[in-house]
């Protein structure tokens, strides 16, 4: 089924969405074909955000370049957060309007997934046959008093300690 939705969308003509080479702009990653290959995929992903990777980069070639992009040295998420970031308080500036900083924190549960290494436990509460392991992600967004998002102020990703016991109370 993929691979049929991936031939219909090559025949169609997309709108190619300026956003992200606006958006991204500032990031330079030190080679201009990784920075081709960034705003490629980051297009890729924007125009068909509910698609996994592969179906949205339309092709074993595009996906095998989008993975390359993700697991070269010079990439780090740090560098777009940074480039968004920017943007998002230039918009800021430009808003005459209020602005509320709102957030959020998420848990990413990835207790079904146990041969990944480096995840620690997300619930420390005794009487937890297996415990969950997983991390917390907070974002705060800048949204205006109309509705209009301008964008991530931040975002942290964390999760608990190695330890055993956390004591909550104090």
């Not at 595009?62 to 920017?86: G, S």
Request: glycine content about 6%; charged content about 25%; hydrophobic content about 35%.
């Amino acid at each position: 089924m993929i691979f049929g939705l991936i031939g219909w969308r090559s025949k169609m003509h997309l709108q190619r969405d300026t956003w992200c080479s606006k958006e991204l702009s500032s990031v330079k990653l030190g080679d201009k074909r990784l920075n081709r290959r960034l705003l490629k995929v980051a297009d890729d992903l924007l125009n068909f955000p509910t698609e996994p990777i592969n179906a949205a980069c339309n092709g074993w070639p595009e996906t095998k370049a989008a993975y390359r992009l993700f697991d070269n040295d010079k990439f780090h998420e740090a560098h777009l957060l940074q480039a968004h970031q920017a943007e998002t308080v230039k918009r800021l500036e430009k808003s005459d309007e209020i602005v509320f900083a709102i957030q959020d924190t998420t848990i990413l549960n990835y207790t079904h997934h146990p041969k990944k290494k480096g995840i620690n436990k997300i619930n420390k509460n005794p009487g937890f046959e297996k415990p969950s392991t997983g991390c917390f992600l907070h974002n705060t967004l800048l949204i205006t008093e109309s509705g209009l998002p301008l964008g991530l102020l931040d975002q942290k990703l964390f999760q608990h300690d190695t330890g055993e016991k956390t004591n909550h109370k104090h």
